[in-house]
């Protein structure tokens, strides 16, 4: 009798003190709520990029049972698109989504979390973020902006973009104007061509009123969404300049802080899984889009010619010295970058290469 009392006494305590419910659901919402904002350099909804962000904040929401709620701001709703580093670090947004190479202005050695001309591909990249130094890295550089910067998504190899005439040698650089971001650009530069950062939403413009010879974006999906195809007609491969862009998140480590640790872990593992599903849908969709725009809207498509690659490959080499010069910060970065690089590189070479090729044959 006297057991049986205490036992109901037991299970009855805490009911009625209203500490803990008999559902998941109810003890959750005991729990503290958060609500963050998210700024993207992409328009609202862009496919492939702006849907990778609206992804992530879906996830966060359905894996923290709706305790960290995210809202997504697109390309100039709340701030300009190459305005979403400064944002995240002064706090008017706990997150942002977008791709290192466009804060450079900021912070020169970030571009080599973004792309690097003839570098790492989305697989060798993940590898050395994950397994590697990369990440560490990445954090430290970011640190004393009061960011958390994370991978977050990532293109795969893109296209070498939209060009209104044709590139037959490396001479048809020459004054060349083409919209295009980071260390790519500053190859360019190097072999007489002009290049111009424009964040997405003005490149259409832009290339359809000549402002500009020459556009890169990303590959056939991303680029069938900003209509470059009305604008120029011949479209270059391969993307020599991004070889697997690593979309970036960026955390406000302040608003980080304040998050209990299953929250915490579960931001983490959500940018994981978003990481992989970005590349997952665009190769599943790429070249879909290809033939679309071959077969439906006439594209012309062109290799760059070897020589033009030779110039670009070797105009990169010294690019690389130049920035390690004008960014003590990126010496130890591109040392570990590099290092991992090779490793991967010579194992791809007999796998992942080696099977590519074997398997085109006839
Ligand atoms: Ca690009």
């Known amino acids: 009798m006297k057991r049986r009392q205490f036992v109901k006494h037991a299970s009855a305590l ?77 706090g008017r947004a706990q997150m942002g989504h977008g791709a290192a190479f466009y804060w450079k202005d900021t912070i020169r050695a970030a571009q080599f979390f973004a792309a690097v001309p003839f570098g790492m591909t989305a697989q060798e990249m993940n590898a050395w973020l994950y397994q590697g130094e990369g990440m560490e890295l990445w954090q430290e550089l970011y640190d004393p902006y009061g960011i958390v910067p994370h991978a977050c998504g990532n293109t795969g190899v893109q296209m070498g973009g939209w060009f209104n005439r044709e590139i037959n040698s490396s001479a048809d650089l020459q004054g060349l104007k083409i919209r295009i971001p980071g260390l790519g650009g500053e190859v360019f530069k190097r072999l007489g061509a002009e290049p111009v950062l424009l964040p997405g939403d003005e490149i259409f413009h832009a290339l359809e009123q000549g402002e500009i010879d020459a556009a890169e974006w990303a590959a056939p999906y991303n680029d069938v969404a900003l209509g470059l195809y009305k604008a120029a007609k011949y479209y270059y491969y391969p993307g020599w300049h991004e070889p697997g862009t690593t979309i970036e998140c960026l955390i406000n480590k302040d608003a980080l802080a304040q998050l209990p640790k299953d929250l915490k872990a579960i931001v983490k593992s959500a940018m994981r899984v ?31 010619p070897d020589e033009v690659l030779s110039q670009l490959k070797l105009a990169s080499i010294s690019v690389l010295q130049e920035e390690l010069e004008k960014d003590p910060r990126a010496i130890k970065i591109f040392e570990s970058y590099d290092r991992f690089r090779q490793q991967a590189a010579a194992w791809h070479d007999l796998s992942e290469l080696a099977y590519m090729q074997a398997r085109d044959l006839t």
């Open 14 to 90: 805490p009911l009625a003190a209203g500490l803990i419910s008999s559902t998941p659901a109810a003890n959750a919402a005991l729990l503290p709520e958060f609500k963050w904002k998210m700024v993207t350099t992409w328009p609202r909804n862009f496919p492939g990029l702006g849907m990778g962000a609206n992804y992530l904040a879906n996830l966060i929401d359905q894996m923290s049972g709706g305790r960290l709620k995210i809202s997504i701001y697109g390309a100039n709703e709340l701030v300009a698109p190459l305005d979403v580093f400064d944002a995240v670090a002064e």
């Open 274 to 304: 978003a990481n992989q599903e970005m590349l997952a849908e665009l190769t599943a969709k790429n070249n879909r889009a290809l033939q679309h725009l071959l077969n439906v809207h006439k594209v012309q498509l062109c290799k760059f």
